[in-house]
């Protein structure tokens, strides 16, 4: 593939698909609409797993904190053993004591 006619996911820069913007030296920037879209997809579902409400102003190590919470709370779900549940709940427990 090459550079110029798709983006790094392989999606072609056509007209309908690039989003043009300028970036912080005024330099005219391209983004591929549908790793965005999903990019998009992706935040509002680990936000809704995580049920915290966006804020922009959330401190960065307890948004960091949060979303480490809802990581291992879907790894809880998945574990085969309950050995290796109770290891989760253990650091679940352990990181929510831990708050900023």
Not at 69 to 79: G, K, N, S, T, V
Request: charged residues 35%; contains cysteine.
């Amino acid at each position: 593939m090459a550079k110029d006619n798709f983006c790094t996911n392989g999606h072609a820069w056509t007209p309908d698909n690039t989003y043009f913007y300028r970036d912080y030296a005024n330099k005219t920037r391209r983004k591929c609409k549908a790793c965005t879209l999903a990019r998009e997809a992706r935040n509002r579902r680990n936000r809704r797993v995580a049920k915290i409400p966006y804020n922009k102003n959330r401190d960065a190590r307890e948004s960091m904190r949060v979303n480490r919470i809802a990581h291992l709370i879907d790894l809880m779900w998945q574990a085969s053993t309950p050995w290796e549940r109770a290891d989760l709940r253990a650091e679940i427990a352990e990181i929510e004591k831990q708050k900023v």
